[in-house]
């Protein structure tokens, strides 16, 4: 916990840095920082007065608009502060109050025209900065880096990831090293197997990249992603002529549960029998439960189990085989 802390503290720190968000005004204008905030809240789609919103701009009366209320306590601010701060742009003309048609307790707030422009000034302005921020970094450092945001979110905010379909793609220049990493890495921390298994796959992958001709067109690969990140990978290679073969099923810890496993099966049943293959199968350990289930539900059924030393440990070793449409 203490290096965590750490860690928190430290890019919070930098992160303002990049920002520059320590000085008075943010981005060179008027505004300080939670003054710019309140209206990028006041500007969101939805509000009336915003860009995006259907209400119109001098209709007196309206339901729409941000709740002053609502608007504290999004935000977390004190009243007293949040009150100056609408004082100060009521008086410079970016925001008009009203009572709600609907409540009359409730004072309603909305940009004027003037006030939206402001926003649309302010919103030009990040995105300009953070634009620039990213372009320097590839465009998979840039996917690394939204997943990261979502699991800080996620992890800070205390709430759990939303639920996201896994995105399936070919590979890409450094997903075959990533491939042989992560094998090496997930099954010795969770089965305690040795680096002969971390080679076994080495070579699988180096096969796959030397196939060529009418093998080659009848294998396949595929990375799963979550939030941009590489979760999961599978192989599509060939056994025989009739025969295709699945391996190096992969699915990491934090994206187990959201059907990425299933996802890549049946991506490789689906090319396996666009290439023609009658028949394919697996080979497989009967320690790997999560990974068998998907193979049962898939339609492979039990071929062949039978004791087998590998990779440091006493294994039992399994063929699984389904015929394909």
Same mark, same amino acid.
């Given at each position: 916990?203490?290096?965590? &802390?750490?860690?928190?503290?430290?890019? !919070? #720190?930098?992160? $303002?840095?990049?920002?520059? %968000?320590?000085?008075?005004?943010?981005?060179?204008?008027?505004? !300080?920082?939670?003054?710019?905030?309140?209206?990028?809240?006041?500007?969101?789609?939805?509000?009336?007065?915003?860009?995006?919103?259907?209400?119109?701009?001098?209709?007196?009366?309206?339901?729409?608009?941000?709740?002053?209320?609502?608007?504290?306590?999004?935000?977390?601010?004190?009243?007293?502060?949040?009150?100056?701060?609408?004082?100060?742009? =009521?008086?410079?003309?970016?925001?008009?109050?009203?009572?709600?048609?609907?409540?009359?307790?409730?004072?309603?707030?909305?940009?004027?025209?003037?006030?939206?422009?402001?926003?649309? *000034?302010?919103?030009?302005? !990040?995105?300009?900065?953070?634009?620039? %921020?990213?372009?320097?970094?590839?465009?998979? +450092?840039?996917?690394? %880096? &939204?997943?990261?945001?979502?699991?800080?979110?996620?992890?800070?905010?205390?709430?759990?990831?939303?639920?996201?379909?896994?995105?399936?793609?070919?590979? #890409?220049?450094?997903?075959?090293?990533?491939?042989?990493?992560?094998?090496?890495?997930?099954?010795? +921390? =969770?089965?305690?197997?040795?680096?002969?298994? +971390?080679?076994?796959?080495?070579?699988?992958?180096?096969?796959? $990249? =030397? !196939?060529?001709?009418?093998?080659?067109?009848?294998?396949?690969?595929?990375?799963?992603?979550?939030?941009?990140?590489?979760?999961?990978?599978?192989?599509?290679?060939?056994? *025989? *002529? *009739?025969?295709?073969?699945?391996?190096?099923?992969? &699915?990491?810890?934090?994206?187990?549960?959201?059907?990425?496993? $299933?996802?890549?099966?049946?991506?490789?049943?689906?090319?396996?029998?666009?290439?023609?293959?009658?028949?394919?199968?697996?080979?497989?350990?009967?320690?790997?439960?999560?990974?068998? #289930?998907?193979? +049962?539900?898939?339609?492979?059924?039990? =071929?062949?189990?039978?004791?087998?030393?590998?990779?440091?440990?006493?294994?039992?070793?399994?063929?699984?085989?389904?015929?394909?449409?």
């Amino acid at each position: 916990m203490p290096d965590a &802390v750490t860690a928190v503290r430290e890019f !919070s #720190r930098f992160y $303002t840095d990049v920002l520059g %968000l320590l000085g008075g005004a943010l981005l060179e204008t008027p505004y !300080s920082l939670t003054e710019a905030r309140v209206l990028f809240e006041l500007g969101q789609p939805g509000s009336a007065g915003s860009a995006g919103s259907a209400g119109t701009a001098g209709g007196a009366g309206t339901a729409g608009g941000v709740g002053a209320l609502d608007l504290r306590r999004r935000l977390g601010l004190d009243p007293g502060y949040l009150s100056r701060i609408l004082a100060r742009f =009521e008086s410079a003309g970016l925001v008009e109050r009203e009572r709600s048609t609907v409540d009359a307790r409730r004072q309603m707030l909305r940009l004027t025209p003037l006030g939206r422009e402001a926003f649309a *000034d302010l919103d030009a302005r !990040s995105t300009a900065q953070v634009s620039g %921020l990213l372009a320097a970094a590839s465009e998979a +450092e840039r996917r690394a %880096l &939204v997943g990261a945001l979502g699991t800080a979110r996620a992890v800070l905010g205390g709430e759990k990831r939303p639920t996201r379909r896994p995105e399936l793609r070919p590979l #890409r220049p450094g997903d075959l090293g990533w491939v042989v990493q992560r094998h090496g890495l997930r099954y010795a +921390e =969770e089965y305690g197997w040795d680096a002969t298994f +971390e080679g076994l796959v080495a070579r699988i992958v180096a096969d796959y $990249t =030397e !196939s060529a001709g009418p093998t080659a067109a009848r294998q396949n690969a595929w990375i799963a992603e979550l939030g941009g990140e590489p979760v999961g990978c599978v192989f599509c290679t060939q056994k *025989d *002529d *009739d025969t295709a073969q699945l391996r190096l099923l992969l &699915v990491e810890p934090a994206a187990r549960g959201a059907g990425v496993g $299933t996802a890549l099966v049946d991506e490789c049943l689906r090319f396996a029998a666009s290439a023609g293959y009658r028949e394919i199968m697996l080979w497989t350990n009967d320690v790997l439960v999560a990974a068998r #289930r998907i193979y +049962e539900r898939a339609g492979f059924r039990l =071929e062949h189990e039978g004791a087998r030393p590998n990779f440091g440990a006493q294994l039992t070793e399994q063929i699984w085989r389904r015929p394909l449409p």
